[in-house]
């Protein structure tokens, strides 16, 4: 392994990805940029959260492929943010639903549990 972090990619697995595009970027505020596979002629589908490169953290997608499905599984996403309460106030309004609200982590900040409108459990994360 090198030494950058362990992570450097991650995918959400969707099933109806119009509907997981539209709650993602209303619950982050954010764009999602259709990220084309070379020669993919088998359905996969993939759009990108916004990421640099040069920047801390692991960038990512919402991909849909067929016969793979979504939901809660072994790993958990979060997203960074300002204020992850405010963020997780955007998740029942765009079809989600919250888990657990706004809860203490110590010194490492706080955090949101919720699900996604496909089934993925996914976290928020923020210092205040």
Avoid at 7 to 19: A, G, I, K, S, T
Avoid at 24 to 47: C, H, I, N, R
Avoid at 97 to 123: C, P, Q, W
């Amino acid at each position: 392994m090198s030494a950058a972090n362990s992570v450097n990619w991650f995918e959400l697995y969707v099933q109806d990805m119009p509907r997981a595009r539209a709650f993602y970027e209303a619950v982050l505020g954010t764009t999602l940029e259709s990220l084309k596979v070379p020669g993919d002629d088998d359905g996969l589908e993939m759009w990108a959260f916004p990421g640099d490169m040069e920047h801390y953290g692991a960038n990512g997608a919402l991909c849909r492929m067929p016969g793979v499905p979504s939901g809660p599984g072994g790993t958990l996403v979060y997203f960074g943010c300002d204020d992850c309460g405010v963020t997780g106030a955007r998740v029942a309004g765009a079809g989600g639903r919250v888990h657990r609200e706004k809860m203490s982590i110590g010194e490492y900040g706080f955090i949101v549990l919720a699900f996604d409108t496909e089934g993925n459990l996914f976290g928020l994360h923020s210092m205040q």
